[in-house]
């Protein structure tokens, strides 16, 4: 299994939406959880992290369950800005290792 | 806002040449990375840095990649002889601990 799974996509969605990324990791031992975006031949950049309690930033809402194993972020109000692909990163405990997932690909269309 | 910055930004080189890529992590982190991005796939770990010593590597780091911090701002990956398979985007990254890392903007390896 994965160490962590993503779906690729594409998700092609049009602008307004509200779109989804589940995100699963297959140790329990994980600590740290985040979601980075990723444009085109760029590197990543950090989106945000993820608490327990989930947090929001503006549009940006991310959820974290660690009885199920997995990260959610939602996108609200999509914008043709926010096509990218959005990668799941993820820590475990007692190491420095940012585990990447493959990545989902997302398309906002006008 | 601080940064972490590498160069070249692309490299082009024969195989069996070798190659240093360079990166100045932010200043007051402590924990320095390399990641490789092959095209069209994932980000996948390469190494980790930490107290001047190798903290972690992975299996694609074998005998032909070295990590060196020459003084106090300079982070540098080394492939001694190039293979096309090493054609990628290699990205360094930072930390302060087991907080977000910052990557670089990477540099393009094309080996030929």
């Known amino acids: 299994r994965k160490e962590v799974e993503q779906d690729p996509g594409p998700f092609n969605v049009p602008e307004g939406a509200t779109v989804a990324f589940n995100c699963t990791y297959s140790n329990s031992a994980s600590q740290s959880f985040f979601w980075y975006r990723q444009d085109c031949r760029k590197e990543p950049k950090l989106l945000m992290s993820?608490?327990?309690s989930g947090n929001e930033d503006g549009r940006f809402t991310a959820q974290l369950n660690r009885a199920s194993q997995y990260i959610s972020l939602l996108i609200r109000d999509s914008k043709l800005s926010d096509s990218a692909t959005y990668l799941c990163?993820?820590?475990?405990?007692?190491?420095?290792?940012?585990?990447f997932g493959t990545g989902t690909r997302l398309k906002v269309l006008a | 806002e601080p940064e972490v910055t590498q160069t070249p930004s692309h490299q082009v080189t024969q195989m069996g040449q070798e190659v240093i890529l360079r990166c100045v992590p932010i200043s007051n982190h402590l924990y320095f990375y390399w990641y490789r991005q092959i095209l069209g796939q994932k980000v996948e770990f390469l190494v980790s840095?930490?107290?001047?010593?190798?903290?972690?590597k992975s299996e694609i780091f074998d005998d032909q990649f070295s990590v060196e911090r020459p003084d106090g701002s300079n982070f540098t990956l080394k492939i001694r002889s190039t293979k096309l398979e090493d054609s990628a985007m290699y990205f360094c990254?930072?930390?302060?601990?087991?907080?977000?890392?910052?990557f670089g903007q990477g540099t393009r390896l094309t080996v030929v």
């Open positions: 990163v993820v820590t475990l405990s007692g190491t420095y290792k940012y585990i």
């Open positions: 990254a930072s930390t302060w601990g087991n907080t977000e890392a910052f």
């Open positions: 840095f930490y107290n001047n010593e190798i903290s972690e």
């Open positions: 993820v608490y327990s």
